[in-house]
């Protein structure tokens, strides 16, 4: 019999658990986010990930422009690396197909 009467206690705790938590969530966590003010910066909240090596391989003129930006000390990071290692894979490309008369 005390088997019984503790598998209806446990139960209940539960059901009284998740229904307490479910009660409480909206004081604990807001369900909608905080509304910005016009003064936060929309990059301070979503960082904007460096673009690939990918990406400056097919626009090498972008990839010009942020190394004379990276130079300057304008833009750094990563965005730089990829850059610079567009555009010396694309220049040793034309070297290379100049050697061999292409």
Known sequence: MTHGK???????????????G???????VP???VAATPG?????????APRSKQYFA?????????LAACKDGAVGGDECANAERA???????DRFKRFMGN
């Not at 503790?6 to 307490?20: D, E, K, N, R």
């Not at 479910?22 to 604990?28: A, E, K, S, T």
């Not at 097919?58 to 010009?64: Q, S």
């Open 87 to 93: 555009v010396i894979e694309a220049d040793g490309h």
């Open 6 to 20: 503790t598998l209806i206690l446990v139960v209940v705790a539960l059901v009284s658990g998740f229904g307490a």
């Open 58 to 66: 097919a626009h090498l003129d972008k990839a010009r422009q942020v």
């Open 31 to 33: 369900m909608h986010p």
């Open 22 to 28: 479910f009660v409480l969530r909206p004081m604990i």
């Open 40 to 48: 936060d910066a929309l990059s301070t909240q979503y960082p904007v």
